[in-house]
């Protein structure tokens, strides 16, 4: 049986992708590429970049992960999800991925229900309160008060993301692809989007993220990586970090 770079190497060359290409088209730095192919696992940057890089590579070349991980023993813990914590938030096919991002939906929606449920009093209660605000000569005419304009709804989303610590991040905006790569510690990068973005985190404890000017909390636990996290106008309101909030 051929080795795990030798398999990957042949794939790739079967399809016709230079390695240039693959560097260029996954974002993926050219020598870890060659890293991969020589067998060179060691001279990966963690296992966390390991899982990614392999995950990548197989798909761009139309390998499935599941069946490499039987086939070639000493990766079968690198991609072995199941008993892998860590991976709970990264990969959308696994069972407890499914039930922690299920659960966490419904505990954002009763949030959110929650919140409107005691905003409504005051609400209601608003009318009330504009007459004392309005001068006293504008009472004593005919001509009714101006209708206090509610303050403009943010269109869209606008992320601003800043590592903290050397991370992989992967971005995309309504379901395009926008931005792949490795990031520094103190890098920025901001990103638009209409109505949702999604979000891979190699640590998700490494970037500090803010949306429509709000800072949100971490999304995962410190050592974690964060796969295909979604953002929405909808729920990132409940995800703001109130110990920073104005």
């Given at each position: 049986m051929s080795s795990l770079g030798a398999f990957l190497r042949s794939k790739r060359e079967e399809r016709g992708i230079a390695l240039e290409e693959m560097a260029e088209r996954s974002r993926i730095p050219l020598r870890y590429l060659s890293a991969l192919e020589e067998d060179r696992l060691d001279a990966l940057p963690g296992k966390v970049y390991e899982r990614l890089f392999i995950r990548t590579y197989a798909d761009m070349v139309g390998v499935n992960v599941d069946e490499l991980s039987r086939q070639f023993k000493e990766i079968q813990n690198t991609l072995e999800l199941k008993v892998r914590p860590e991976d709970e938030h990264r990969s959308p096919f696994l069972k407890r991925a499914i039930f922690a991002l299920g659960f966490l939906t419904i505990v954002l929606v009763a949030a959110l229900l929650f919140?409107?449920?005691?905003?409504?009093?005051?609400?209601?209660?608003?009318?009330?309160?504009?007459?004392?605000?309005?001068p006293a000569q504008t009472v004593d005419t005919a001509v009714p008060s101006p209708p206090v304009a509610a303050p403009p709804e943010p269109q869209g989303l606008n992320l601003e993301l800043e590592t903290t610590e050397t991370n992989w991040v992967k971005i995309s905006a309504d379901d395009r692809p926008v931005f792949e790569a490795e990031l520094k510690p103190g890098e920025k990068k901001a990103f638009t989007a209409d109505k949702k973005l999604k979000l891979t985190l190699g640590r998700?404890?490494?970037?500090?993220l803010r949306v429509n000017g709000q800072r949100l909390k971490k999304l995962g636990r410190e050592g974690s990586t964060l796969r295909n996290y979604e953002l929405t106008r909808e729920n990132y309101p409940a995800l703001i970090d109130s110990a920073v909030r104005p």
């Open positions: 919140t409107r449920e005691e905003q409504e009093p005051s609400a209601q209660s608003e009318p009330d309160v504009i007459p004392n605000l309005v998700a404890w490494g970037a500090q």
